[in-house]
């Protein structure tokens, strides 16, 4: 009896060992036998720029294709601009509304509530009610952090405030302001912003560095808040450990620098390290990999060019002590809001990263080895839709339009 049972146990985990190597083996193989990580880039236009990359792969990377199938749904529609979608832990969805208000919905898209009652937001242009996080202990506390465009002075900047979400009235309590990244001045654009948590329990965010030129060169000065990442504790304050504390005349709340208009954080689950896109010019939208301390390079280095047409700065693409992006797009995609895929539903989708592209109408997915990204797909291009941000739940990914469409993509 129970050798029997021993045997039996040795052939069902053979039989699963077995069928893992198949899954593996074939995971890239299409109904064809075409392997699906190696076709051809899948940027088939000219490129805005003649610029020669850093190293080999940094831009049109093989194409690949998802093998697994999968569908993608609309679960909600007339969202009015929603900004980013996050979820709940018990897999309802939080929605920003640009205009000023949060959205709560169930896992299969239906309105559940409406929360008002955040401080006024300069909703004009590329401002608005932006990113939310949820306090890594929000079942017990009910903390939420929020990003938003701030009048403020005689101009606007990047905000970040926390309070407590109240289901039961559908407000806002105590919403307080902890954090601003001044100066202010005068632009509807370039306003960043994510915010996500570190494993510290201390919060990244994002700004941008206001599009119009008195802002474009404060990217490269740590005595100003624009074209920043910045880390910050659950009150405001500079993280303990942020690499400018001690230097005279530099906001201690700095963790990198150099960023044009980063609108996408995220932590990759298998490195714990912190993964950045912004927006290049006309091209030179970047992938960075944000380390402390160091400088991302705008304006100074850039794969882009002015929109009207010349070169920015000295055109240079490379410097000594600015970091290179990890992966840059030219034409742009326009990275919005993104995240990565930690779950085994779609098992080639594992710590790959998905992006959402504005003027790229597509959510970008790349395949990511050893900090390299090493395969790149278009999902859902033929919806052709401003894709404005992208979640990730237990499987599954969520995605919001601006149309105001809510879309949930599952294994078929
Ligand atoms: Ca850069």
């Given at each position: 009896?129970?050798?029997?049972?021993?045997?039996?146990?040795?052939?069902?985990?053979?039989?699963?060992?077995?069928s893992?190597?198949?899954?593996n083996?074939?995971?890239?193989?299409?109904?064809?036998?075409?392997?699906?990580?190696?076709?051809p880039?899948?940027?088939?236009?000219?490129?805005?720029?003649?610029?020669?990359?850093?190293?080999?792969?940094?831009?049109?990377?093989?194409?690949?294709?998802?093998?697994?199938?999968?569908?993608?749904?609309?679960i909600?529609?007339?969202?009015?601009?929603?900004?980013?979608?996050?979820?709940?832990?018990?897999?309802?969805?939080?929605?920003?509304?640009?205009?000023?208000?949060?959205?709560?919905?169930?896992?299969a898209?239906?309105?559940?509530?409406?929360?008002?009652?955040?401080?006024?937001?300069?909703?004009?242009?590329?401002?608005?009610?932006?990113?939310?996080?949820?306090?890594?202990?929000?079942?017990?506390?009910?903390?939420?952090?929020?990003?938003?465009?701030?009048?403020?002075?005689?101009?606007?900047?990047?905000?970040?405030?926390?309070?407590?979400?109240?289901?039961?009235?559908?407000?806002?309590?105590?919403?307080?302001?902890?954090?601003?990244?001044?100066?202010?001045?005068?632009?509807?654009?370039?306003?960043?912003?994510?915010?996500?948590?570190?494993?510290?329990g201390?919060?990244f965010?994002?700004?941008?560095?206001?599009?119009?030129?008195?802002?474009?060169?404060?990217?490269?000065?740590?005595?100003?808040?624009?074209?920043?990442?910045?880390?910050?504790?659950?009150?405001?304050?500079?993280?303990?450990?942020?690499?400018?504390?001690?230097?005279?005349?530099?906001?201690?709340?700095?963790?990198?620098?150099?960023?044009r208009?980063?609108?996408?954080?995220?932590?990759?689950?298998?490195?714990?390290?912190?993964?950045?896109?912004?927006?290049?010019?006309?091209?030179?939208?970047?992938?960075?990999?944000?380390?402390?301390?160091?400088?991302?390079?705008?304006?100074?280095?850039?794969?882009?060019?002015?929109y009207?047409?010349?070169?920015?700065?000295?055109?240079?693409?490379?410097k000594?002590?600015?970091?290179?992006?990890?992966?840059?797009?030219?034409?742009?995609?326009?990275?919005?809001?993104?995240?990565?895929?930690?779950?085994?539903?779609?098992?080639?989708?594992?710590?790959?990263?998905?992006?959402?592209?504005?003027?790229?109408?597509?959510?970008?997915?790349?395949?990511?080895?050893?900090?390299?990204?090493?395969?790149?797909?278009?999902?859902?291009?033929?919806?052709?839709?401003?894709?404005?941000?992208?979640?990730y739940?237990?499987g599954?990914?969520?995605?919001?339009?601006?149309?105001?469409?809510?879309?949930?993509?599952?294994?078929?």
């Open positions: 009896m129970q050798l029997k049972q021993t045997i039996c146990i040795s052939a069902i985990l053979l039989f699963v060992h077995a893992g190597c198949a899954n083996s074939s995971s890239s193989i299409d109904n064809n036998g075409t392997d699906t990580t190696k076709l880039p899948v940027e088939t236009k000219k490129a805005n720029a003649e610029y020669k990359p850093a190293f080999k792969g940094q831009t049109r990377i093989a194409g690949t294709k998802t093998v697994t199938p999968y569908k993608a749904e609309i909600a529609v007339k969202l009015g601009n929603p900004w980013a979608v996050i979820p709940m832990p018990d897999g309802r969805l939080l929605i920003t509304i640009k205009s000023g208000f949060m959205e709560i919905h169930t896992a898209g239906v309105l559940e509530k409406k929360i008002t009652g955040f401080p006024k937001v300069d909703d004009g242009g590329q401002g608005g009610l932006l990113d939310v996080a949820l306090d890594p202990s929000f079942s017990k506390n009910k903390t939420i952090y929020w990003s938003f465009s701030e009048k403020y002075g005689s101009g606007n900047l990047t905000a970040v405030a926390k309070g407590q979400l109240n289901e039961a009235t559908g407000k806002i309590d105590n919403p307080t302001v902890i954090f601003r990244a001044t100066p202010a001045l005068n632009s509807s654009l370039h306003f960043g912003s994510r915010l996500v948590f570190d494993k510290d201390n919060l965010v994002s700004t941008g560095e206001r599009s119009i030129l008195e802002g474009r060169a404060q990217a490269q000065l740590l005595n100003s808040g624009l074209g920043k990442i910045f880390k910050i504790t659950k009150d405001g304050k500079p993280a303990p450990g942020n690499p400018f504390i001690n230097q005279k005349d530099a906001m201690p709340e700095i963790f990198a620098y150099g960023i208009n980063a609108q996408s954080l995220d932590i990759n689950p298998a490195t714990g390290e912190l993964w950045e896109a912004e927006f290049g010019p006309r091209g030179g939208d970047e992938v960075n990999i944000i380390k402390r301390g160091k400088n991302y390079g705008w304006p100074v280095i850039t794969y882009g060019i002015e009207a047409g010349p070169a920015i700065g000295n055109a240079i693409q490379q000594t002590g600015m970091e290179q992006p990890v992966y840059y797009w030219d034409p742009t995609l326009s990275p919005s809001g993104m995240v990565f895929y930690s779950g085994n539903a779609i098992p080639e989708w594992k710590n790959n990263l998905f992006i959402g592209g504005l003027s790229g109408s597509h959510i970008c997915r790349l395949v990511i080895v050893n900090n390299r990204v090493v395969g790149e797909e278009r999902l859902l291009e033929d919806k052709k839709e401003r894709f404005r941000d992208v979640a739940y237990n599954m990914l969520y995605a919001v339009t601006d149309n105001g469409n809510l879309y949930r993509i599952n294994k078929k």
